[in-house]
């Protein structure tokens, strides 16, 4: 059985999303900090996070033995603009 660890930034760091984080622990508090890195199952490290604390949109996953992907995240909601500023605003 594989393996997955996640890092988070450390509370005395300044987070570049803290502002939407408070948004939403305004409206529910329901959201898990955005983590610095995480493990892969197959013990390979993703930064998941730029040298400026923003999201790393583009990931090659390498799945040991059989192929290489590359991910991409986005730190947008939605892909429609009216639906990001209802949600963080």
Same mark, same amino acid.
């Given at each position: 059985?594989?393996?997955? /660890?996640?890092?988070?930034?450390?509370? /005395?760091?300044?987070?570049?999303? /803290?502002?939407?984080?408070?948004?939403?622990?305004?409206?529910?508090?329901?959201?898990?900090? +955005?983590?610095?890195?995480?493990?892969? +199952?197959? !013990? /390979?490290?993703?930064?998941?996070?730029?040298?400026? !604390?923003?999201?790393?949109?583009?990931?090659? =996953? =390498?799945? =040991?033995?059989?192929?290489?992907?590359?991910?991409?995240?986005?730190?947008?909601?939605?892909?429609?603009?009216?639906?990001?500023?209802?949600?963080?605003?």
């Amino acid at each position: 059985m594989g393996h997955a /660890q996640t890092k988070y930034l450390s509370p /005395q760091t300044a987070d570049v999303y /803290q502002d939407m984080y408070d948004h939403i622990e305004k409206l529910n508090g329901d959201y898990d900090p +955005f983590p610095s890195e995480l493990e892969t +199952f197959h !013990g /390979q490290t993703l930064r998941l996070r730029d040298d400026n !604390g923003y999201l790393v949109k583009r990931h090659r =996953v =390498v799945n =040991v033995g059989k192929d290489e992907n590359f991910y991409s995240i986005s730190d947008s909601y939605s892909n429609y603009s009216y639906i990001n500023l209802a949600m963080f605003c």
